[in-house]
């Protein structure tokens, strides 16, 4: 089974361009997360989408959001870029339903990462 | 506040020496989930293991090995016979119990294990 794939594995924007990033879960899986990963902060929660649907939100402004299509894929977009956004971006896939349809328990995989530079 | 501390930031062990890289964990709710994960140079994180905090059983996979301890709100884990390929940062994350919510990790800082030959 193909893993967690992201798109493009490396970005370079300038301060104030906005981004695209791609993500294709596992094949079945239905939930996906985004995480932004920097020196500072550590691996941060984004966003979850299931069912095209925005499911759970971290604490991060509304420059970023995403969206998730019907076979499951999922862009996320980062508009007026500063330099603080250039990190690494994770996304990861699960089944979206976990044992007994509570999601938390699921397991999530991740994808092998965007990097972000922002000049 | 749900937390994740990883007291340890790097530690470096020569070839077959055995390493316990620590967890220590904060949250309200009584139904979590744990799990740890590793980051080689790659960047991708690569899922090892999921613990329930009804199942306090320890387990053993291989050279990894695992110790949870709700008394003392820690999971552990362990390699035995270290070796260079286990060089990566490693990362321990929490995620609660929400029924019918999404689901968020909250990951610790993460350990950098430096394995020499």
């Known amino acids: 089974k193909a893993g967690v794939t992201q798109t493009p594995r490396y970005l370079i924007k300038t301060r104030g361009q906005q981004v695209t990033l791609s993500c294709s879960p596992i094949s079945g899986h239905r939930s996906v997360s985004w995480y932004q990963q920097t020196p500072g902060q550590g691996l941060q929660f984004l966003f979850e989408y299931f069912s095209e649907t925005q499911r759970n939100k971290g604490n991060f402004p509304g420059r970023f959001s995403g969206r998730q299509f019907s076979n499951s894929r999922s862009e996320m977009n980062v508009s007026t870029l500063e330099l603080g956004d250039s990190a690494l971006y994770l996304c990861?896939?699960?089944?979206?339903?976990?044992?007994?349809?509570?999601?938390?328990?699921?397991?999530?995989?991740f994808g092998p990462g965007t990097r972000l530079t922002v000049l | 506040a749900q937390k994740v501390t990883q007291a340890q930031t790097e530690i470096s062990v020569v070839e077959k020496e055995d390493v316990t890289l620590d967890c220590v964990y904060e949250t309200r709710d009584t139904t979590y989930y744990l799990f740890w994960y590793k980051q080689p140079p790659s960047g991708e994180l690569v899922f090892l293991i999921r613990r329930n905090s009804f199942d306090e059983q320890n387990e053993i996979s291989g050279r990894y090995s695992w110790n949870f301890q709700k008394s003392t709100s820690s999971f552990n884990f362990t390699i035995t016979a270290s070796q260079v390929v286990d060089s990566a940062v490693y990362f321990c994350?929490?995620?609660?119990?929400?029924?019918?919510?999404?689901?968020?990790?909250?990951f610790g800082k993460g350990t950098t294990l430096s394995v020499s030959s």
């Open positions: 990861a896939s699960s089944s979206g339903r976990g044992l007994a349809g509570i999601s938390s328990t699921d397991t999530q995989y």
């Open positions: 994350a929490l995620s609660e119990f929400i029924y019918q919510a999404g689901t968020a990790l909250i």
